[in-house]
């Protein structure tokens, strides 16, 4: 499922190379912790795979779309402890340039494929709604690096906790940074 998923985000990045669309190819490494799961630090690492597709809103900013799959959830290294999920998650971004930063901020719609709590089927929404804001940097003309923060939005928690503690306890929800190289398929 993961290869076919791949497979299918390449094809769309290499397709959608037209006029005033640049296209490109995502990789990175993320590293993330679930709130609220008694579970400490952002020990689970997770790969950051797929593409995306933007277009110029002016002449520093672009408005980005981006495909890809993802690992998030919790580790603790001390122990069995552990939430492994899977989403394949689209990105509705605004990116600005300014002081030789590429700058983004946006929503983010993960669905999920895969969630398991200690190796087991567990109970988690389908999707993961959050926001997110980045940095990146040009390498090479065609290659940038990315830092990115992203979190679930409190309303939209991923699980909800067995008893509800308080009002403002709304249940579990991801934290996630990632590390990540952007590889444009086409220059401007």
């Known amino acids: 499922m993961r290869f076919i998923s791949i497979i299918f985000l390449l094809g769309i990045t290499i397709l959608t190379n037209a006029q005033n669309f ?28 797929g593409g995306f597709v933007n277009h110029p809103l002016g002449k520093n900013s672009k408005g980005q779309f981006g495909l890809y799959y993802i690992d998030k959830g919790s580790n603790n290294p001390k122990s069995q402890a552990h939430i492994d999920l899977s989403y394949v998650e689209s990105s509705y971004s ?34 993961d709604i959050g926001a997110k804001l980045a940095v990146g940097k040009e390498l090479l003309p065609r290659l940038q690096m990315f830092w990115e923060f992203n979190h679930t939005i409190p309303f939209f928690p991923i699980q909800q906790h067995p008893t509800w503690t308080s009002v403002l306890d709304k249940g579990k929800m991801n934290t996630v940074l990632c590390f990540s190289f952007r590889y444009l398929l086409s220059n401007e």
């Open 22 to 49: 640049q296209s490109g190819l995502i990789a990175g490494i993320s590293t993330s912790q679930v709130s609220g799961d008694e579970i400490h630090g952002f020990n689970k690492i997770g790969l950051q795979l």
């Open 94 to 127: 605004f990116l600005h340039k300014y002081q030789g930063f590429n700058w983004e901020g946006g929503l983010l719609i993960g669905v999920l494929i895969d969630g398991k709590t200690y190796g087991y089927e567990d109970l988690f929404n389908q999707f």
